[in-house]
């Protein structure tokens, strides 16, 4: 039996609505491959779940060190967004046309901990490092990671860049420098805080939070490429990563709001 014509078109009219929502759902959600530290990946991707069931927009994350990435987006690596370890490199990016000069800005600060695997090693000072009582003490590459830079600042600071020299351990980014220390490789080591910190405290062995006047502020900037200039989903984020859910993220997982 042939439908009746009111449900027909009552029919037709739900499925061209349906078609319609559907439509427009797909042509507003976009997708963006962000590029972004080491040290921030791991809360980056909390903030991506949150930010993708808000949005509908798809991000994808490559992850590295600061100075590889840079590189690589000196040499034509398609991201649409760099999240940096620090600011120079963004800054750089914008001074070489690489980058929007108006979309700049610190999203995090960053802190170093003196950690150890080993419950007892690490003392509640860090004097630890003064007596020398380690064979191996882990920091990133300060030539390719902003942590490492701050790390090596500590070490100056605290005048014992020629006393350990021999015994560093050099992670190629801030992660690498984690599984240093993790699996035994190295009894120290100067991890970001991230790594470690949950709910206020180290999630375990020893460690020494380092004060923040050994060493600059670690502010880490964002930034959107010129080949992201277009992207509406590469921008959402760049905004939600202001916001207030984002913050309580960070701040959660070891970070300071720039603007605390």
């Not at 980058?99 to 695997?117: K, T």
């Amino acid at each position: 039996m042939p439908p009746r014509p009111g449900r027909a078109k009552r029919f037709t009219a739900t499925l061209c609505g349906a078609v319609l929502l559907l439509w427009q759902g797909t042509s507003a959600a976009h997708t963006a491959l962000v590029a972004v530290a080491t040290n921030f990946a791991p809360t980056l991707e909390s903030i991506v779940e949150v930010f993708q069931a808000h949005s509908g927009h798809r991000i994808t994350l490559a992850s590295g060190a600061s100075g590889k990435i840079y590189a690589q987006i000196r040499h034509g690596a398609p991201f649409d967004a760099f999240l940096s370890a620090d600011q120079a490199k963004p800054a750089a990016l914008v001074k070489a046309g690489l980058a929007l000069p108006d979309s700049r800005f610190s999203y995090a600060l960053g802190a170093l901990v003196l950690w150890s695997a080993d419950p007892e090693r690490v003392d509640a000072r860090g004097q630890v490092l003064i007596r020398g009582d380690f064979r191996r003490l882990a920091l990133a590459n300060p030539r390719l990671a902003p942590y490492g830079v701050a790390a090596l600042e500590v070490l100056q600071a605290l005048d014992l860049v020629e006393t350990t020299r021999a015994r560093w351990v050099l992670g190629e980014n801030i992660a690498q420098t984690y599984q240093f220390v993790h699996s035994g490789n190295a009894e120290l080591g100067l991890v970001a805080r991230a790594q470690l910190w949950r709910a206020g405290q180290a999630a375990g062995g020893s460690a020494w939070p380092v004060p923040a006047s050994l060493h600059a502020p670690i502010r880490q900037d964002a930034v959107l490429l010129q080949s992201g200039r277009d992207n509406p989903a590469a921008r959402a984020l760049l905004d939600f990563l202001r916001g207030a859910q984002a913050r309580r993220i960070m701040e959660s997982q070891g970070y300071t709001w720039p603007g605390a």
